[in-house]
């Protein structure tokens, strides 16, 4: 493990991470109700906010707009990645080294873990190469812990996720990502199971401000050290007033409420 | 991304790759309806033309023939592709390394990428390394992004093309080659996903010059940098014409209508 | 095979590890009976107990916690192991390299080989691997011999637990861990097969201090030459009191009657 | 390609190869006709004939009986090959490394290639490697192109042939050595298909001294540079009497009738 | 091949390996006659007999006993081998490089092939690795050459054991072991298809004195160049009588009942 309160991915121990994988994982369906989030340039600006300690993208994404926002943001190169075009068992290719990652300027790498999959082993061991490569290079390292597979019905079943943070833990990763396991009690022991590495709880599909808030504030009293979020970010039409909030609620302790109305009299104020 | 203006395989921010890899990938059928296109001294004759911006070809071909065009011919490697000999799930054998293509004097490589196969996550760490060394070598990288498989009934409609132009660009290949999605809507949408990075479309089989130079002048107007074309380049009497005509259209903005015109004053003037 | 005598994780010819990977192999389940055990913190404090010679963590667990303790506790890193959230033929994802396992201060490293399951070629290969690396670096090689699969319906069989012995001696293995196979007859035969390398008795699910005691005892008389115990000294109340009465019957000869009998006056004494 | 003018294996831009790797490919079965052609001793006598630019053997024959020969036969290092043991899905090991061919002396690599196969695409990367190789220790490269598999129901058919003469030319071989396909015709179609490089006929099982001769004459006469032969030579009673006449048909441009009328005078003059 | 004259493994021309491997490859149930024989010990003291050429054993064994023998025993490195708890297809994993088996002080590796398996393509490779690096470190190569799988109903006829020792010479074995082919007619053919390398019988299950002696003679006598035996001599009470008799055989040409006769005279003596 890092010492992570040197890494710029993490502000006060807390993190906030824009993830802007949609592209390649899910494909131009999940820009439809947004059009303009395909931009990765858009993407970048909304990361350009204080709230976000790092944006995740491809190395793709990464060559092409990196370069200028180099300055205001922090890079969390994905590196493996896979597009539903295929439907076979879940599996992920490593899309870019980790010594390519630290040329590109990342502080971090990112990793997809399918446990439960028949392609575990494999992509365990992939895993092993990105993480200790990213030691050489003193990068953290953020696993998408993400079980799925025959044996696993719910894969957000209290014990699934706990399992999830403790691969996290276990293999070597300084934050895990996971679903919210659906209570604050299940999101406490998912992140007890961690022990001293991060988790940072995945923001899902479009909810309501409220709703998606109270989730996070959830999350952030339970334990939890923050959120990876793409789409509750990007396909909102003010980005800018809900980091707000999410700064509030995540790096000041705020509750859902307070950072309700607090950005509301903003809005209010301009 | 390359600063592709520095790309002897760009000129003024347009493409047009004369790509000659049918004998391997379908072989003498390809070559009968004009024998003479089986001897590749021709097409290296045809890519002289002032307008083609490179020549992809397979490995062996430039061996053999690249050490005679090397000053008035760009190199643009093929770095995998099979024969269709075999009737296997989708796939692409590597024929020759990044670093091979260099030596040879390539300027940029190009990978197929079956996403949606089988392989495809053996083809995309494949592109992974072709795509860094490519980077090392400072040579252009790229991707005949033709999505195939199972769950892939149309290979042309708009959101797989889409999907085809976007993989390019998250995965880091400068120019993505697809197929055309059937309207200009469709095409711009296409080149929207791919970002910064560039969109060719692929010439297809044999049209008229009327018809496929109006595919071509749609394809450009909707964003597309420009054109990968063999057959349709090839099989004509008159390759030189139709190159005339290609290069009004893609590198001087002319309609398909005017650059029929001037290509015909031409004629009548020899 | 390494002089033993001179490895920090062998005493007098002798071996107790504190084997604590369970939150990989068998996730949160495991920590249940005893909640406070999911923390890697509590293992290391047992861990600094005179009677332990290695504690066998995987890599992420000796990153985030061996710092603090390298001066207290020896580590045996275990180098591979799969989640059993997976419910394929029997395998193991190689999670941590030997020459990373060394830069994080390891005295030895682990492996497990799952004799005659499907997999049993690979990963005698990745055995390799592990072993001339470990020999590179000066750390003993400690094999969890686990014959499993098909063709095995008993594993703790007389003649499959000396199989188990005896493919650690041939692979090159220092220390062998196996199951208790049911009688001091065949667990004197196993060790007789070991030849002059090491085995240890494997300490199961948790069973009373005198009937696990017991058992000990009757290892150590049959040649064994100590133990990997996991459950049964964490699950308890009192870790310490059993430590003291196992230091007893693997260091000292003492019977376990003699053993508890010394453990319960001390604990009089207090 | 090589400039194959300076190749030893080349004379007057004719090739004439002794290809013995019977042994490994088909096993004793094919020595009983003649059961002293066992002895790679006899071969490499009868490779000393200079109408013999080369000789073909497996690793382990060049290691015992090249060094004697080294002066005055060219060594062509067949790098793959399987006994016909196994009866799986065509393949082929990789039995010499190319760097080990160059060791041993060897002017050129030869290499099977069962395009259509299932295994075709990894047999083509395997022949990436050793081509690549190859080019830097200046070793000409000869591909055995045999299309076989599911699909194919004829390896002799002249579209076949010329396929697979293709696959020859556009992955990189200098040489292609092919079956005949039955007619002049197609022997020349399948030899314009190679471009520069150079098509030699397989020799097959044994026929007459003057229908293997005609053969061999319509080959040449349709543009083939040569011949690989094995059992039509090696078989004979007196094997210098067919390489005296095969020298004048190949290197003289002889036809059948003229080398049979000289080489029965020169019978007859002994 | 190796100058094999100068090979300490090697004497007149003549191999006796002393081959103990079946502790990995059969397991305990190997010992069970006499079960001292598990003793690793007790082997390489029976090996110091002058007529042992090499004592052939896994990584394991010669770590921990070798180092006390090396004045006086030659070492033959197996670097492959498998347990017989799998029931799969036949394969063997590569348990030690030959870099490793040259610093352990091997004088020549060995290797199975399992010709006929589904995985001969890939053991094939795995034995060019350990055969190249094995000249690099002037270690001679012996192969077991053990024809096996669906297509071979008897693994001991004579074309079988033919082709076995010609998968030896063109493989680049220097000494090939194989199975008695059952008369002496076999013997010879396979020892003529071998070339110039040298073959060695295979000691097979225990068999009388005299019933034993007299293959063995009957192989030397039809070209042979010695023998690999384990349980043959492991399993007799007196090992010394026997080796004492072998050497009559294979290096001084002596008869079997010679050989019987001046070993009794010895016993009688003593």
Redesign the interface.
């Known amino acids: 493990?890092l010492p992570l309160s040197d890494s710029p991915i993490v502000r006060d121990g807390k993190v906030l991470i824009l993830a802007y994988?949609h592209?390649?994982e899910h494909?131009?369906?999940d820009?439809e109700p947004v059009p303009e989030t395909?931009?990765?340039?858009r993407v970048f600006e909304v990361a350009t906010h204080d709230a976000v300690t790092a944006v995740a993208v491809?190395?793709?994404?990464a060559?092409?707009?990196y370069p200028s926002y180099e300055d205001d943001v922090n890079l969390l190169l994905k590196t493996n990645?896979?597009?539903n075009?295929?439907?076979?068992e879940h599996?992920?290719?490593?899309?870019?080294?980790p010594e390519?990652a630290a040329d590109l300027g990342a502080d971090a790498v990112g990793f997809t873990l399918y446990?439960?999959?028949?392609h575990?082993?494999?992509m365990?061991?992939e895993?092993?190469e990105v993480?200790?490569a990213a030691?050489e290079e003193d990068m953290a390292v953020v696993m998408w812990s993400y079980?799925r597979?025959?044996?696993?019905k719910n894969d957000t079943k209290p014990?699934?996720i706990?399992?999830a943070t403790?691969?996290?833990?276990?293999?070597?990763?300084d934050i895990t990502k996971v679903k919210y396991p659906g209570s604050p009690e299940a999101m406490e022991?998912a992140c007890?199971?961690a022990?001293?590495?991060k988790v940072v709880m995945s923001g899902g599909s479009k909810a309501s401000d409220r709703e998606f808030l109270e989730t996070v504030e959830s999350a952030i009293s339970a334990g939890a050290s923050g959120l990876a979020v793409g789409r509750n970010v990007f396909q909102r039409e003010n980005p800018t007033a809900l980091l707000d909030a999410l700064e509030e609620v995540i790096f000041e302790g705020a509750s859902a409420d307070e950072a309700l109305a607090s950005t509301e009299t903003a809005a209010a104020d301009d």
């Open positions: 493990m994988d592209g390649l494909g131009p369906v820009f395909m931009d990765p340039e491809q190395k793709g994404i060559e092409a707009y990645g896979t597009s075009l295929w439907m076979g599996d992920s290719a490593v899309n870019c080294s390519y446990g439960g999959s028949n575990e082993v494999e365990a061991e895993f092993r993480q200790e030691r079980p597979g025959q044996g696993l014990d699934v706990s399992y403790r691969l996290g833990l276990e293999l070597g990763a022991h007890a199971m022990g001293k590495s």
